[in-house]
Structure formats: C-alpha cells, structure tokens
C-alpha cells in the first residue's frame, strides 16, 4: 500500500472520535487558567499559552490561519511584553498549520527531527487533512510556513523570565518528531500525543513507535508534574502518565501473546479491540488500537 493510502487510513482511524466534532474551529475569547503562568485554549487541538515576566511562548497554533489569529489573539491579550515564542508538538496540521497568523517577530522554535519531518511530508499531511471535510480544506487554503529560527536536538530551556520551560525530543512515538514541553515552576506538563486521558494511542504508520513510546512515558514519569495538558481530550493531573502507560503496556503484552499463539496481524487487531472495547468502555472510540498492534508486531522479532 502506498505511503499516502496508508497515512490516510491510519489517521482516519485515529481521528475518528475527533473529526466528528461540530467544528476544527478553536473557541473565542475562552481560555483556562491551568497554574500561574500558563494557560490553555480547549479545542481542536488544546493550545498552550506560557506567560513569563520577559515573554510568552505559544505551544501550538490550530488549523489553518484562522485558528492561528484565534491562538495569537489570546497570547498578546496575556503577554506582559511583545516578545513572542512559537513550538509545536509535532507536525500534523492542527498542531503547527497555523503559524503564518503569527508577526514576523515571533520566533519559532521546533526539534530538527520534527522540522526534517516537516520539511519532508508537511505538503502530504495539509492534502490528506483538506479530503477530511469541507470546513479542513476551507482552514487549510493558502498554507504559508517559513523555515524555524531555532531548532534543537534534544533539548532546549527556555528562560521567559520568572518561568522555565523544556523544550525536549525524547525520540519517536506518535511521530517521528514528537515534542514534549515541561513549565518547570509550573510543574506543568505539555506532552502533544504522547500522555492523553482515556484516549488510545495514535500510531498511524510505521514512524510512530510502541517501544519508544513506552520509554518516553518511564522519562516523563520522574518529573512527576502536578498538571498534565494534553493536545486532545481533557486536561488532567500527573496522574495520567502511569494509566497511559498501564493501558499501553497490557495492549503491547496482549499483541504479544497473540503473535506467539501464530495470530496474523489482522486477527490480532481484530481480538484485542473486541476485548479492549468490553474492557475500556469510557475510552474513546478504540479504531486506533488495530494500528498500535500492528506496530507490536513490527517491533516484535
């Protein structure tokens, strides 16, 4: 199967429950006070507002410029002073198609790993997202992107004045260039796809990880922050790192099973989400649990 064919099928499956909200558009003039300096817009996807004595870093933009203005609006109206930071999670449109509504000064900052991942499949993704809906190719019209300002390879502090923030790239999971953001004094953690509540893991194609995933969760688990953002669903507290990984960690040893007793792949995927979907029922919509079990497999020897 083609790459393109593949994408299409594994994020149409991971998006399933999301896709089927009323609107991509992010809300006006709402923003959630998550700890002293930091701030959330809840919507498709959550955006995260870090507000320092010297600047404001923006974590993520929304899809399309009119989310982006949304985003930039409510970073300026919370700013103590002009100097803007933009990151994002990762590469998929929702997360990082919105930053041309942001001012020149504004500095972009992304991992490498994400930036090459932009650089490579950016054009790929806006086209699969505009077959989505109407209102996704109406948002993603005349996409403009302009090269980062700074781009890092691990890990990068931000010092926005009276705050620090993490910027960190831990390896892949979700996508290759999955990029978790840490508010230190804040104890506030930002972690894209990777820590989300009662919603399965997104792996729609072979970039995303299993292994990698579950590792990046043990790092994150030291940190223990007081409270978690998450790009999709609700908001939430430490807490939801261990159940993420709980929930990972059964689905991998489950696939794992299976693949001993000689199940295919397919009929793996078919076992596990009957038995996930008795198992889990106030976790969102279990589509994507057939990916991550063919990614078990491809990890497993």
């Known amino acids: 199967m083609p790459r393109r064919t593949r994408l299409a099928a594994g994020l149409l499956l991971s998006f399933t429950g999301l896709l089927a909200q009323e609107s991509m558009m992010l809300p006006e003039n709402s923003v959630t006070r998550v700890s002293e300096h930091v701030y959330a817009i809840v919507g498709f996807p959550n955006i995260g507002i870090v507000v320092g ?9 929304g899809l399309g410029a009119r989310n982006g203005a949304i985003v930039l609006k409510q970073a300026e109206k919370l700013g103590k002073t002009p100097i803007l930071y933009l990151t994002t ?6 997360h990082a198609m919105g930053e041309q509504a942001f001012p ?6 992304r991992p490498a790993v994400q930036q090459e991942e932009m650089n490579k499949h950016a054009n790929e993704m806006m086209d699969l997202f505009r077959g989505f809906s109407a209102q996704s190719k109406e948002l993603l019209q005349d996409v403009k992107l302009r090269p980062p300002d700074i781009v890092f390879d691990k890990e990068l502090k931000l010092d926005l004045g009276s705050v620090t923030v993490r910027l960190m790239w831990l390896g892949p999971a979700h996508t290759q260039g999955d990029e978790l ?28 990880s299993v292994k990698n995933w579950l590792a990046i969760l043990d790092q994150l688990e030291p940190l223990k922050p007081r409270f978690v953002l998450p790009d999709h669903g609700a908001l939430g507290d430490g807490s939801l790192i261990a159940k993420e990984r709980a929930f990972l960690l059964e689905l991998q040893t489950r696939s794992l099973e299976l693949k001993r007793q000689g199940k295919s792949a397919e009929e793996a995927s078919t076992i596990v ?29």
């Open 104 to 109: 020149p000064r504004t500095v972009i900052i």
């Open 89 to 94: 999670t990762h590469f998929h449109p929702e």
């Open 53 to 61: 004595d010297r600047a404001t870093l923006v974590v993520d933009t």
């Open 273 to 301: 989400t009957a038995e996930f979907k008795k198992k889990y029922t106030d976790w969102q919509t279990m589509g994507p649990v057939a990916n991550v079990v063919k990614r078990v497999y491809a990890e497993s020897p």
């Open 181 to 208: 953001i840490f508010v230190v004094e804040d104890s506030v953690l930002i972690p894209g796809d990777i820590v989300q509540d009662k919603i399965v893991p997104n792996m729609p194609n072979a970039d995303a």
